[in-house]
């Protein structure tokens, strides 16, 4: 993005080394842990092959280090295990335990299986199993909120790991190997603070050192706090913060002591913003979204958070763009430093403010892909420098780095329920920035969700219109993924809807859905009977066009059914509908399904002659890919005539064509693309259109 180049002079930098990151102490921990993954199970013992993973817990307070001591597990063993590791966290920052449909899906993208749009819980772990079966991975799972989720993830191989973070124990799950974390040993305490301070400050008063560390109570995340701000302020000595620990009350635990203290000695809109971050969706920030939190410049909360990270309040991440973590453990203590010091109202504006910045920023994303035209690129001159992105590649890396972030926004905005209007306009512009990005079939998965939750806000609100238009996605998502039965229940109560809005478009869309759902079901009389009522809908308001369509998808019915005089009535009114609108190509496929239906009807002299006008308008239409497919079906007709050597001239014909177009227009020309070929198979027919 164009504000990515903005000067951050000023901002101060991380003051941790390097090193910081690397993972200490916990060295008994580690090899307790390595000695379980050897040691027997219990259905070894006895004589059984172990039925499931082996599962090892790491147990601990958020901010014990518990992820960091289960990482660095992983990280050594990883070796073991040649299928991969695979990683999931299963609640939300903020506590909100993660559905398990959604962690399962996340598992087998990383194992690279696809997994259809809207799928049940139990499909996808069953999907998931399936998946590992016979393989030797490793699973992280990280943030476990109880024994349900992890218990539903575990695969049925025997030789996968499964290593689970949680606060406590994993109840009903058979054989789990724990390690309950506790404080940091005083050594190790002191060695994170020096990894922090530097070693001059710790070793001329060691003492300090460790009267700090005990204040800490050897409790990671504390230290960490404390070391970062000692890291920013070079002139304080180790003693006075331990001096004012110990005087901290000592009603809370050391992490929320030793962040109130780092947030009362911050300036007053630095604290401010800090406050305000637990409000980022995911636990994910970058500078947009603290500016429009904390209603500041972006330079300002740029700024901000680089401050952030170097006082460990925030993790930055790896990542094309400038995006930092929010630690689990320190999220429910903003969310409580900002409801005792900041009025509901300020909140809500601030989540206001946020939800407003990002539907600004998917509408730059949009538009930066729509610049062919002088009023899209006029529009988007009218955006925000700030919000603008200087090329579609750049907007496409923002759209898939903050993609969770996005995703959890939607799911935010709508959960608060008092921002409906937000919440609506920032849903159709993130499904318009991803249709235009990443195509809807490829984000069906992230798409499905997003139409339920239009569909919840829809029934909330009494919107008819887009209570509609909600289950008409989300039918053409079930229908696609063959479940029918169910796109078919969607589309009726969408028909349902569209009545009460007095919406003719929604209502004539469902009506021709729910007859592809009858004719995918194979129940051709009602699928007709339902095509029958969506073209006089079509006919009573002149679309002549789409009425002509119609006229096809009944004939394609009766083709099905046997009925063939019908069906070549119902084709004859298609072809004589595409003529007098003038659409050439589809009054010749139209002439090509007649022929196609009287070759079915026996009747192959007449299928010669009409086959032979359907190529004469395909050769007006200009449409080489559809005149080589009837010069083929010309070839085949006269075949079952006994005329070989005229068949071979047609196909010799048809091949010439297509090699044709395969080599490419003449140099100067430009390139025409082919049009789709229309009922090619007429069992590829659905009810309505992916782009809706």
Same mark, same amino acid.
């Given at each position: ?468 238009? =909600?289950?008409?996605? *989300? !039918? #053409?998502? /079930? ?7 169910? @796109? +078919? $229940?969607?589309?009726? &109560? ?22 592809? =759902?009858?004719?995918? *079901? !194979? #129940?051709? /009389? ?7 009522? @969506? +073209? $006089?809908?079509?006919? &009573? ?26 069906? *070549? ?13 003038? $659409? ?109």
């Amino acid at each position: 993005m164009t504000d990515q180049a903005v000067d951050t002079e000023g901002a101060r930098t991380p003051a941790q080394p390097a090193t910081a990151d690397q993972f200490l102490g916990r060295t008994r921990e580690l090899k307790e842990l390595r000695a379980d993954i050897e040691r027997a199970g219990l259905d070894t013992l006895s004589g059984r092959k172990a039925p499931r993973a082996r599962v090892l817990l790491v147990a601990g307070r958020p901010g014990s280090g518990r992820s960091a001591l289960a990482a660095e597990l992983v990280r050594e063993v990883a070796g073991r295990y040649p299928d991969g590791v695979l990683r999931t966290a299963l609640a939300e920052p903020d506590g909100t335990p993660v559905p398990v449909e959604r962690a399962a899906r996340d598992l087998l993208s990383a194992l690279g299986v696809d997994a259809p749009a809207g799928a049940a819980e139990d499909e996808l772990t069953e999907a998931l199993r399936t998946a590992l079966t016979g393989r030797r991975a490793l699973l992280l799972l990280d943030d476990a909120p109880g024994a349900a989720p992890v218990d539903a993830l575990l695969p049925d191989a025997p030789d996968c790991l499964a290593v689970v973070v949680s606060g406590g124990p994993l109840t009903g799950i058979a054989d789990v190997r724990p390690c309950t974390l506790g404080g940091l040993d005083t050594k190790s305490s002191v060695e994170l603070l020096t990894r922090w301070t530097g070693s001059v400050r710790v070793t001329v008063d060691p003492r300090s050192a460790e009267s700090l560390a005990e204040a800490c109570q050897g409790h990671p995340a504390a230290l960490t706090l404390a070391g970062g701000w000692l890291a920013s302020h070079p002139q304080a000595a180790v003693s006075d913060l331990a001096k004012r620990l110990h005087a901290e009350p000592d009603d809370s635990t050391p992490l929320a002591r030793v962040l109130r203290l780092v947030h009362d000695l911050l300036p007053g809109g630095a604290a401010r913003t800090l406050r305000l971050l637990h409000l980022a969706p995911a636990g994910l920030v970058d500078p947009h979204t603290a500016s429009a939190l904390a209603g500041c410049s972006l330079e300002a909360a740029r700024a901000a958070l680089a401050e952030f990270a170097a006082l460990g309040l925030l993790r930055p991440l790896d990542s094309p763009l400038p995006e930092y973590a929010i630690p689990g453990s320190l999220h429910p203590l903003l969310r409580a430093l900002a409801e005792s010091q900041d009025r509901p109202g300020e909140l809500q504006l601030a989540r206001a403010r946020m939800l407003e910045r990002t539907v600004r920023l998917l509408q730059a994303c949009r538009a930066i892909t729509e610049t062919d035209s002088p009023q899209a690129r006029e529009k988007l001159q009218e955006m925000p420098q700030a919000v603008r992105f200087a090329a579609p590649r750049d907007a496409a890396e923002w759209l898939r780095v903050r993609r969770p972030a996005l995703l959890a926004a939607v799911r935010l905005a709508v959960a608060d329920g008092e921002l409906d209007t937000l919440a609506r306009r920032l849903m159709s512009q993130l499904v318009r920035a991803v249709a235009a990005h990443i195509g809807t079939q490829a984000a069906a998965p992230d798409l499905y969700g997003v139409h339920g939750l239009v569909l919840d806000v829809a029934e909330r609100r009494g919107l008819h219109r887009e209570k509609a238009a =909600a289950l008409l996605n *989300l !039918g #053409d998502l /079930d229908a696609q993924t063959g479940r029918t039965h169910d @796109a +078919l $229940a969607r589309y009726r &109560a969408a028909l349902d809807a569209g009545r009460l809005a007095g919406d003719p478009y929604a209502t004539g869309r469902a009506m021709e859905s729910v007859g592809g =759902a009858h004719q995918e *079901l !194979g #129940d051709h /009389d009602r699928a007709a009977d339902w095509f029958g009522r @969506a +073209l $006089a809908e079509r006919l &009573a308001r002149g679309e002549r066009t789409e009425a002509a369509r119609l006229y096809g998808r009944i004939a394609v019915t009766h083709t099905y059914a046997g009925r063939y005089g019908e069906a *070549l009535r119902g084709w004859r009114a298609a072809a004589a509908g595409y003529r007098k609108e003038g $659409a050439v190509a589809a009054h010749a496929r139209a002439l090509s399904e007649v022929a196609r239906v009287q070759e079915y009807a026996g009747r192959p002299e007449e299928s010669l002659r009409t086959c032979q006008e359907a190529v004469e308008w395909a050769r007006r239409a200009e449409d080489t890919r559809l005149q080589a497919a009837l010069q083929l079906r010309l070839a085949d007709t006269l075949d079952r005539l006994g005329d070989p050597t005229a068949a071979l001239l047609h196909r010799a014909a048809a091949e010439r064509m297509l090699n044709e177009e395969a080599s490419g227009p003449a140099s100067g020309e430009p390139e025409k693309g082919p049009e789709p070929e229309q009922d090619a198979d007429a069992c590829e027919i659905r009810s309505a259109s992916s782009d809706d």
